[in-house]
């Protein structure tokens, strides 16, 4: 059977303020996790919804290795992610992660084309294949004529396109998306949507967070979290 490309089990994150001792006791901390076990498998398209405080940002962060689970079990495409130092992760994350947020993270001075190869700069490939397929993301995302633009000149539907072509640069197994579609309107909401669909069907595993139902439903899964545990595990169609 093959091993699902994300394996979590009884993950726990508390998070500490200042000293972890008071008046001689532990803090309790405040824990955002509550024990989450959940696997998914290479190809789904996942969608983690919650009110805010429900944990799926915090839990999105822990599977692109942005963060670390104070407790349980975390198999990354079958590796297990504690065995990994900094540097491991940090290469890991590279290869095998893609990821769009909602607020872009582009550089302003860069235009849409050096934004896009920027993953690519640590991957120790030609320069020029990295540019072909950074061209070639662009034009797939409707971008050709805009790729000498800088960020301050394209629509948040365009930079989001830009951000989606970048997260593809390095042919990531798996897209992670934190609200993709928080600044954007319901049209080019749907736009970007449709995008994602596009790279699901590429074989791509995508595991997107959001509040928003209707984007929620775009997903062929749904997992409600509540106060740091999963409240609804759902799958459509």
């Known amino acids: 059977m093959t091993a ?3 394996h979590l089990s009884g993950i726990t994150k508390t998070f500490f303020h200042g000293s972890e001792k008071k008046n001689g006791d532990a803090e309790p901390g405040i824990k955002v996790l509550k024990g989450i076990t959940l696997d998914i498998v290479q190809g789904e398209f996942v969608a983690l919804q919650g009110t805010s405080g429900s944990g799926k940002s915090t839990l999105l962060h ?3 290795l942005l963060d670390r689970p104070t407790a349980g079990v975390y ?8 065995n990994l130092d900094d540097d491991s992760q940090s290469d890991f994350r590279n290869q095998s992660l893609g990821f769009i947020f909602q607020s872009f993270y582009l550089i302003p001075y860069a235009t849409a084309l050096e934004n896009v190869i920027l993953p690519g700069l ?3 490939k030609p320069h020029s294949e990295l540019l072909a397929r950074a061209e070639l993301l662009l034009e797939q995302v409707g971008l050709a004529d805009r790729m000498d633009f800088n960020p301050s000149r394209l629509s948040g539907g365009q ?8 997260a593809m640069l390095n042919e990531p197994d798996i897209i992670l998306a934190d609200e993709p579609t928080g600044q954007l309107d319901s049209a080019t909401s749907e736009e970007i949507i449709k995008l994602f669909h596009t790279v699901h069907d590429t074989g791509r595993t995508i595991v997107l967070v959001t509040h928003d139902k209707d984007v929620a439903q775009a997903a062929g ?11 609804e595990d759902v799958m459509r169609g």
Do not use: E, F, W
């Open 4 to 6: 699902p490309a994300i």
């Open 62 to 64: 822990l599977i692109g």
């Open 75 to 82: 198999k990354l495409l079958g590796q297990d992610t504690a």
């Open 221 to 231: 899964r749904i997992i409600k979290l509540h106060d740091g545990m999963i409240a």
């Open 159 to 166: 930079q989001q396109r830009v951000a989606m072509a970048r």
């Open 122 to 124: 640590y991957s120790g």
